[in-house]
C-alpha cells in the first residue's frame, strides 16, 4: 500500500490522539486507521487509492468492480461493437474522473516548440477540457459521431464515478 504517499494529502487534524515523534506529521499509520475506521466498500477505498496515490492495482480493482456494475445497464442496449466498448468508455470515465492537469501541455496552459510558444488548445489554464466530444472520441479511437450513440452511457457512467467519490470523500470527513 502506498499510504505515505496519501499522508502528504492529509493534514494532521484535532481528532489524531497524542502524536507521536515524528513531530505533528501525519504518518502512514495514521492514514491507515483513519481509512480503517472509515467504512468504504472496495470501490470506494479503490477510487482514492487510485486518485490520490496513483496505484495502479487499485485503477484494476476500480475497472472490474465499476465493469460489474455497469455492464447490467449497458447490455440491454444493443452494442453494435461488442463488450470491448464498454472497456473503453469505463476506462476513459475513469481517467477523465482522475486526471485534472492537461496531457499535452503538462498544466502549463502553454504548448513550446522551438519558434513559438502557444496557447494550448486542449485545456483552459492547465486544466484539460474534458467537455468536448471531439476530445472524448479522439481518445476512444472513434468517429465523433459513433461516439455520439454511447454519450448517454458514458455519462451514466461517469455518473457512477462521480457517486463513488462523493460517498468515498464523505465517508473520510472530507467534505
Same mark, same amino acid.
Given at each position: 500500500?502506498?499510504? &505515505?504517499?496519501?499522508?502528504?494529502?492529509?493534514?494532521?487534524?484535532? /481528532?489524531?490522539? *497524542?502524536?507521536?515523534?515524528? @513531530?505533528?506529521?501525519?504518518?502512514?499509520?495514521?492514514?491507515?486507521?483513519?481509512?480503517?475506521? /472509515?467504512?468504504?466498500?472496495?470501490?470506494?477505498?479503490?477510487?482514492?487509492?487510485?486518485?490520490?496515490?496513483?496505484?495502479?492495482? $487499485?485503477?484494476?480493482?476500480?475497472?472490474?468492480?465499476?465493469?460489474?456494475?455497469?455492464?447490467?445497464?449497458?447490455?440491454?442496449?444493443?452494442?453494435?461493437?461488442?463488450?470491448?466498448?464498454?472497456?473503453?468508455?469505463?476506462?476513459?470515465?475513469?481517467?477523465?474522473?482522475?486526471?485534472?492537469?492537461?496531457?499535452?501541455?503538462?498544466?502549463?496552459?502553454?504548448?513550446?516548440?522551438?519558434?513559438?510558444?502557444?496557447?494550448?488548445?486542449?485545456? @483552459?489554464?492547465?486544466?484539460?477540457?474534458?467537455?468536448?466530444?471531439?476530445?472524448?472520441? &479522439?481518445?476512444?479511437?472513434?468517429?465523433?459521431?459513433?461516439?455520439?450513440?454511447?454519450? *448517454?452511457?458514458? &455519462?451514466?457512467?461517469?455518473?457512477?464515478?462521480?457517486?463513488? &467519490?462523493?460517498? $468515498?470523500?464523505?465517508?473520510?470527513?472530507?467534505?
Amino acid at each position: 500500500m502506498k499510504a &505515505e504517499l496519501l499522508s502528504k494529502l492529509s493534514l494532521r487534524t484535532q /481528532s489524531f490522539e *497524542k502524536g507521536s515523534v515524528h @513531530h505533528g506529521a501525519v504518518t502512514p499509520e495514521d492514514i491507515n486507521i483513519m481509512l480503517g475506521y /472509515s467504512d468504504l466498500d472496495k470501490k470506494e477505498y479503490s477510487f482514492l487509492m487510485m486518485k490520490f496515490v496513483n496505484d495502479t492495482s $487499485a485503477r484494476d480493482d476500480l475497472f472490474y468492480e465499476l465493469y460489474d456494475d455497469v455492464i447490467g445497464f449497458l447490455i440491454n442496449k444493443k452494442l453494435t461493437k461488442g463488450k470491448w466498448i464498454i472497456r473503453k468508455l469505463i476506462n476513459m470515465a475513469i481517467l477523465e474522473s482522475c486526471i485534472d492537469k492537461c496531457m499535452f501541455c503538462s498544466g502549463t496552459g502553454f504548448i513550446k516548440t522551438e519558434t513559438s510558444m502557444d496557447k494550448c488548445p486542449h485545456c @483552459h489554464k492547465g486544466a484539460f477540457l474534458w467537455n468536448d466530444d471531439q476530445v472524448r472520441s &479522439e481518445l476512444l479511437g472513434m468517429k465523433k459521431q459513433d461516439f455520439t450513440k454511447y454519450k *448517454k452511457q458514458y &455519462e451514466q457512467i461517469l455518473n457512477k464515478i462521480a457517486e463513488i &467519490e462523493l460517498s $468515498a470523500l464523505q465517508k473520510i470527513g472530507d467534505t
